[in-house]
């Protein structure tokens, strides 16, 4: 083939992947809702099972499930009933998956399961088959072809499957709150978990802090200004947080007033300015300083005493933002 037909070959398979997508979106109904909430609700882990490539699938779905917070397993059908079965509790929910339906492997554990009172979700292309009419919600993963040319190999049907099996997932995720810093948790290691497990602590500036008292003119306060990177505090002395004064604020005071340095700092400052505490994540700093235009905040303690000063280019050399 030439490189153009070459080309045009794998097109035409994405187009059906694609295809084989928006197919199972048009079919999604409240089976799906059902099965979000038998999970949600178990007391127990979910126990996903497939053969062949559907296995392969199933796998993807138990480590998604249990990296997003849903402990998961994957149970072979064939070892389940030669003793793996013991990793069964009555209060788990099965995910079997089965193009078919019908996968003559499958079937003895779906009878072991239903004799266990596990409540059980099929993802398979047969709503009218044996997994299909047995289960408890029925997620229908049917496709027109598979891409292979033959119409054999498992393709379409299996991107099918696992794109069920990701939203089952992530719906999980946002019905029980599952939040950025769980996420952390369950993923310390890598530049993933060093982004999300910072901490402002270990990144923000705590010696020689840019502080002036509330009755600091702007005299006293350009040198600061100019020396500590664009952000000077003004305190009441005690460690508390009257108001921040920046580089844009000299600025507009320059603009507007013919004697700039003689007017109060306390004047000029942001009375109620952002702020971090130094035990929060640093990715939810970062957040705020995109959200409102700023590069800089004062950090509090929990007692909301001054105890630091984040920038911006600190948490991008410590790879959060």
């Not at 793996?84 to 078919?100: M, P, R, T």
């Amino acid at each position: 083939m030439t490189e153009t037909e070459l080309v045009t070959r794998g097109l035409r398979v994405l187009q059906l992947e694609r295809a084989a997508i928006a197919g199972v979106e048009a079919k999604l109904d409240g089976d799906f809702a059902r099965a979000v909430l038998l999970i949600a609700q178990s007391r127990g882990r979910v126990i996903v099972a497939g053969v062949g490539k559907s296995g392969l699938i199933g796998r993807k779905i138990a480590a998604t499930l249990t990296s997003t917070g849903t402990p998961a397993a994957f149970l072979h059908p064939v070892e389940s009933v030669h003793g793996d079965l013991g990793i069964v509790g009555h209060e788990d929910v099965a995910i079997l998956l089965s193009k078919s339906g019908e996968t003559a492997e499958l079937l003895p554990l779906l009878q072991e399961l239903k004799r266990l009172g596990v409540r059980v979700i099929a993802i398979t292309g047969q709503r009218a088959s044996t997994l299909g009419r047995a289960a408890d919600a029925t997620l229908d993963a049917g496709v027109g072809e598979e891409a292979c040319p033959h119409d054999l190999a498992p393709t379409t049907s299996t991107t099918a499957a696992l794109a069920l099996g990701d939203a089952l997932a992530v719906v999980l995720l946002e019905h029980k709150g599952f939040r950025r810093e769980d996420f952390a948790r369950l993923h310390p290691g890598g530049a993933l978990g060093k982004k999300l497990l910072t901490i402002v602590a270990d990144v923000m500036e705590d010696e020689r802090l840019p502080v002036l008292p509330v009755t600091a003119t702007m005299r006293e306060a350009i040198v600061p200004l100019a020396e500590r990177r664009g952000l000077l505090v003004l305190s009441t002395g005690d460690g508390v947080v009257s108001g921040v004064v920046t580089a844009g604020d000299l600025a507009r005071l320059l603009e507007r007033n013919d004697n700039p340095f003689d007017a109060l700092a306390a004047d000029v400052m942001t009375r109620t300015p952002q702020t971090a505490y130094a035990s929060e994540l640093a990715s939810g700093v970062v957040f705020r300083m995109e959200r409102f235009g700023i590069m800089a905040m004062p950090v509090l303690d929990a007692g909301d005493r001054l105890v630091g000063v984040v920038h911006l280019h600190d948490l991008l050399r410590a790879g959060v933002a």
